[in-house]
């Protein structure tokens, strides 16, 4: 089965001029419009999302949706998630990668769960997520179960 995710990125200016904007678009015609640019240490728009947070947002995002989709089909009671995910960026020799990217959800669970069931739950979604199998850098899972 394949399937495929067409999208638009839209860019205009001249690299001629030393500051260029780095500002550009992605769109879809399904989706809303997402404006974006390079980190704000590459001369980049600081309010607009840069590669580095869309490649975090990707892999927390799919990690969550696999997580939800294996907590319901084990019939657990997730309440609540809150992701606080983060990519660090690495250069060795000149070249620079996303090298690590952390999730560090609080995981709210319904009243006597499991926390060593839900651990499992998260640390299993990882095998599944589409995008973590997608990636080479390291990914560090750090959840915190908490009832409520």
Not at 34 to 60: C, F, H, K, M
Not at 75 to 93: C, F, G, N, S
């Amino acid at each position: 089965m394949s399937h495929t995710f067409p999208l638009v990125l839209r860019w205009s200016g001249s690299t001629l001029d030393p500051t260029y904007s780095r500002n550009a678009e992605v769109s879809n015609p399904d989706h809303l419009t997402i404006p974006v640019s390079s980190a704000p240490a590459y001369a980049g728009d600081p309010q607009r999302w840069n590669p580095e947070d869309l490649l975090a947002s990707a892999l927390a995002t799919c990690h969550l949706l696999t997580f939800l989709a294996l907590a319901a089909k084990a019939r657990i009671e997730i309440k609540a998630y809150e992701d606080h995910a983060e990519a660090t960026l690495e250069t060795v020799d000149r070249i620079s990668r996303v090298g690590e990217i952390r999730l560090r959800p609080v995981i709210r669970v319904a009243p006597g769960t499991s926390a060593a069931k839900v651990v499992e739950l998260f640390e299993k979604a990882h095998k599944y997520c589409i995008i973590a199998n997608s990636i080479t850098c390291h990914v560090r899972m750090e959840p915190r179960v908490v009832e409520g």
